[in-house]
């Protein structure tokens, strides 16, 4: 099963488990109270996104794709940017990702992990309706509505509260298991408080239209959606796209939102290239089966037919993407070409343009070019991690293992929690031989995804490693023995829980 059983049943239960808050408590809206905020700490929240967002990175629907990552953060970031106070008294690190579903779907799980079916980013037909979503869900996280929910339980509760989530996850490749854990005790209580109360998404409209009309979007954007959505109604067996089921769209909610917005000035906002082009990217993703990418391919030919610029360059480019799928990279560098030459008019740069233009040359077995290419797109984006992480393959593919284990080591001090620097470290450890190094590297990878015992083992191997000096022996010693504490205190917690 898609992960629409998992997400659209389980995580989407997950924000709003909780009673509705009182009415006192829905009139004081940034102010929490002692005893909730005693309750539920910002700490515990955070470990209880984590615990979950780890299980999630695990399973084949998530789109772990670099280029839609990177556009999802970059744009969700500033949303949050245009109203700082949105990360609330937690001060959360907001983290934006998608998966693959064909519901119209949303969600913000605790400690601000905000995720995004692949079917709603496709419906979207400009940004400042993605937007309207995305702020939606942020004001959601700043409200901490799942704090006040379940403010009143004891903390204990919360990490059988997750287990149970996480049961349903697992349990989607047997949707009889999935139906009798729903059938269940805690199960049904998830599904009683499958929505939120009329206060809570009240709030997260009141916050999410502030952050749209400070990050310059079109507030309107957050009424069109909607009604396209209900509109969309008649589509689903199931009576309702799966967002107005969990985020349900009364008249009086509508009739508030409207009110809102003619207290605003009209923005006109004018969407990104790379809106388009992560739009088409998802396209593709959403369904890397042959017969997925043939009817991506149809959908592109529809999309040429509009004859926008945008709609073309994102059309040509999604058509290139299709043909490196295909194993057919020539065809792609000369779609891509064409896309390249739609943007003459304006020379829009993308780095998701020149992000595709490194991957076919390594797909085509030119590391030389794709390096030269990809030295070309840091100077044009600095600060994008995908081009920095298609660099480091590039030095690679190009044999130039030196300069590669420089560059990531480097990465690896700046970006501490990313397990793909270690990956592409011990990827160059392995190409020079060294076999210690190659083991510790994918030791911290495997910690940074949550995966403890892995990670010591990977430690034992590297120990092992003919070519280990003292130094490394002394390195894997002392990582030895903080990942052996850290699964200890994971195992003790695990315990005390059931």
């Known amino acids: 099963m898609r992960l629409k059983s998992a997400i659209g049943i389980a995580i989407l239960s997950l924000l709003p488990i909780m009673a509705a808050p009182s009415m006192a408590t829905a009139q004081s809206l940034p102010s929490l109270g002692d005893t909730e905020r005693g309750e539920l700490s910002p700490l515990m929240e955070r470990k209880l996104g984590e615990q979950i967002m780890r299980d999630i990175r695990r399973d084949r629907d998530y789109l772990d794709d670099a280029p839609v990552l990177e556009y ?18 937690a001060g959360y690190d907001f983290f934006f990702f998608a998966v693959r579903d064909p519901m119209l779907n949303a969600f913000a799980l605790p400690g601000g992990f905000i995720g995004v079916h692949s079917a709603l980013i496709l419906a979207a037909q400009n940004e400042s309706e993605l937007a309207s979503v995305m702020a939606h869900e942020i004001g959601h996280v ?3 509505h799942i704090a006040r929910m379940l403010g009143k339980q004891k903390q204990d509760s919360l990490i059988p509260l997750a287990s149970a989530v996480l049961a349903v996850l697992a349990a989607r490749s047997n949707p009889d298991a999935s139906a009798a854990l729903l059938m269940g005790g805690q199960g049904m209580a998830l599904q009683r408080q499958l929505n939120f109360s009329r206060d809570a998404e009240r709030e997260a409209d009141r916050i999410g239209l502030q952050i749209l009309r400070d990050a310059h979007f079109d507030t309107s954007g957050m009424i069109a959606f909607f009604a396209r959505m209900q509109n969309a109604t008649r589509s689903y067996t199931d009576a309702a796209p799966a967002y107005l089921r969990s985020h349900p769209l009364t008249t009086e909610r509508i009739a508030d939102i409207q009110a809102r917005i003619r207290e605003q000035p009209y923005r006109q906002h004018a969407d990104s290239l790379d809106f388009y082009l992560v739009r088409s990217r998802i396209r593709v993703l959403q369904d890397p089966s042959p017969q997925g990418l043939l009817d991506a391919e149809v959908a592109f030919e529809t999309q040429l037919q509009q004859k926008a610029r945008m709609q073309v360059i994102a059309a040509k480019y999604g058509q290139a993407l299709v043909a490196l799928r295909q194993g057919a990279p020539d065809k792609a560098q000369d779609l891509l070409k064409q896309a390249y030459a739609a943007t003459a008019p304006s020379g829009t740069q993308s780095a998701i343009l020149s992000g595709l233009g490194i991957e076919i040359k390594l797909a085509a077995n030119k590391p030389e070019e794709a390096l030269k290419q990809a030295e070309a797109a840091r100077a044009k984006f600095p600060l994008s991690r995908v081009i920095a992480q298609q660099y480091a393959d590039a030095l690679i593919a190009a044999g130039h293992l030196d300069d590669a284990v420089t560059f990531l080591r480097d990465q690896a ?7 793909k620097v270690q990956d592409q470290l011990a990827r160059a450890y392995a190409a ?6 190659q083991h510790l590297a994918l030791a911290e990878s495997y910690a940074l995804s949550g995966s403890m015992p892995a990670a010591i083992d990977q430690l034992g191997i590297a120990r092992r490693s003919p070519d280990a000096s003292f130094y490394d022996q002394a390195v ?6 903080e990942f052996k504490a850290r699964w200890m205190e994971e195992m003790k917690e695990a315990k005390q829980d059931r």
Request: hydrophobic letters at 30%; zero cysteines.
């Open 72 to 89: 999802l953060n970059n744009f969700g970031s500033s949303l949050v940017a245009a109203r700082p106070e949105a990360r609330g008294e």
């Open 432 to 437: 020079q031989g060294k076999q210690a190094l």
């Open 413 to 419: 001090q700046l970006y501490r929690q990313e397990p």
């Open 476 to 481: 894997i010693d002392a990582r030895e023995r």
């Open 142 to 144: 700043a409200q901490r």
